[in-house]
């Protein structure tokens, strides 16, 4: 049977949300991760920075946008190693200017992709996938891709069945 794992990262507290600001007590793309292993197993690595993002909303963004500028490659509170045992990657997380937060890259770019399938989920509140299938691919050297999925943040709590649907016909 094959091994997953779900690297994610998420935003709590402050988030937009269907044209407002509004707090959240677990944010989007840790519900959809967390669907994900219930559908089809697999283990969790949650990707956590060491200097945190602003707890507000609008100031994170302008962070978020410098990093992506930048090219930043924040430090992370803890890595994976390696992912060897793994067969399936799924790579979930906020869309943040059109791509994951480049905290996620941190932890990619660490990492031997040959032989993996790589697949990319992502919430937003409007811009889809953005760029991120191609910024994998571009990252994750040696892996296959499965068909990505965007998930409207504002859905998220009640997309289960979705999330799970699309995770089971990855594996």
Same mark, same amino acid.
């Given at each position: 049977?094959?091994?997953?794992?779900?690297?994610?990262? %998420?935003? !709590?507290?402050?988030?937009?949300?269907?044209?407002?600001?509004?707090?959240?007590?677990?944010g989007n793309t840790e519900l959809c991760a967390e669907y994900i292993q219930k559908a089809v197993g697999g283990e969790l690595f949650q990707v956590e920075t060491v200097k945190a993002y602003s707890a507000d909303y609008?100031?994170?963004?302008?962070?978020?946008?410098?990093?992506?500028?930048?090219?930043?490659? &924040?430090?992370?509170?803890?890595?994976?190693? %390696?992912?060897?045992?793994?067969?399936?990657?799924?790579?979930?997380? &906020?869309?943040?200017?059109?791509?994951? &937060?480049?905290?996620?890259?941190?932890?990619?770019?660490?990492?031997?992709?040959?032989? !993996?399938?790589?697949?990319?989920?992502?919430?937003?509140?409007?811009?889809?996938?953005?760029?991120?299938?191609?910024?994998?691919?571009?990252?994750?050297?040696?892996?296959?891709?499965?068909?990505?999925?965007?998930?409207?943040?504002?859905?998220?709590?009640?997309?289960?069945?979705?999330?799970? %649907?699309?995770?089971? %016909?990855?594996?």
């Open positions: 049977m094959a091994k997953n794992l779900i690297i994610y990262y %998420s935003r !709590k507290g402050e988030n937009y949300v269907n044209g407002r600001i509004k707090s959240l007590a677990k609008m100031t994170c963004t302008e962070e978020a946008k410098v990093e992506l500028r930048q090219k930043a490659r &924040p430090e992370l509170q803890k890595y994976l190693d %390696s992912i060897e045992e793994y067969d399936n990657v799924f790579v979930c997380g &906020p869309c943040w200017w059109g791509t994951f &937060p480049m905290a996620v890259f941190t932890q990619l770019e660490r990492l031997e992709w040959k032989g !993996k399938k790589v697949m990319a989920l992502m919430t937003h509140e409007g811009s889809g996938l953005g760029s991120c299938e191609r910024d994998l691919k571009n990252i994750c050297t040696g892996a296959t891709f499965g068909k990505g999925l965007a998930i409207h943040g504002a859905d998220a709590s009640h997309s289960e069945k979705t999330v799970a %649907s699309w995770a089971s %016909s990855q594996v």
